[in-house]
């Protein structure tokens, strides 16, 4: 079967040509950006020279720097060897999907919000897409799926976190952190 996912019509393009590529309807929203050692945060984005990368992956926003000689790329093979990096301090920061990365520092390396996700430096938001070269009556009946079953595909997404806090100050945190910061928020708007 000739299917992929993720997929989206801005990747790749180049090595697309003119192949007519089929796109289902958005499944999952995203953002890519850098994550950061937390002193870091907030500082411009001259102070990030060095930036890991997983191989295969493409900083957008960063382009005209890396060009100019103000950002150099360091690659890994995988989202462990990157973090590594940016852990050790070999890269300024690391660029990859927020709620991906954030998940695996908190749950697999277990080492919560020793990297965070820095919404002031250049980020990327999009949606993943299913695509296909040759089954265009199997993306359309995909994308009714994702119509007929919304509630099915939105517990999906609620259960996995896959698009959680996206569109808040909170992008890129687990829950409890979230909790715990809007805990702190009230009893300072209360007084305490």
């Known amino acids: 079967m000739d299917l992929k996912y993720p997929d989206s019509a801005s990747w790749g393009q180049a090595s697309k040509g003119d192949a007519r590529v089929y796109y289902s309807q958005a499944v999952v929203d995203y953002v890519d950006g850098v994550l950061v050692a937390p002193q870091r ?3 411009p984005v001259e102070h990030l020279r060095r930036l890991a990368m997983v191989n295969g992956w493409t900083p957008w926003g960063y382009q005209a720097r890396i060009e ?5 790329l360091t690659y890994s093979a995988d989202l ?5 990096q940016a852990l050790k301090k070999e890269a300024d920061g690391a660029y990859f999907n927020v709620v991906v990365a954030a998940h695996y520092l908190d749950n697999i390396r277990a080492r919560p919000g020793a990297l965070v996700f820095d919404s002031t ?3 990327t938001r999009g949606s993943f897409h299913l695509s296909s070269l040759k089954q265009p009556e199997l993306i359309r009946r995909f994308d009714r799926f994702l119509v007929e079953r919304q509630a099915d595909v939105a517990a999906l997404k609620a259960t996995y976190r896959v698009e959680a806090n996206l569109d808040s100050e909170y992008v890129g945190l687990e829950q ?5 910061l809007k805990r702190q928020k009230a009893r300072a708007a209360a007084g305490h």
């Open 176 to 180: 409890w952190k979230v909790d715990f």
């Open 41 to 43: 945060q907030g500082q």
């Open 68 to 72: 100019a000689g103000q950002v150099a």
């Open 121 to 123: 430096l250049p980020h």
């Open 80 to 84: 462990r060897q990157m973090i590594r």
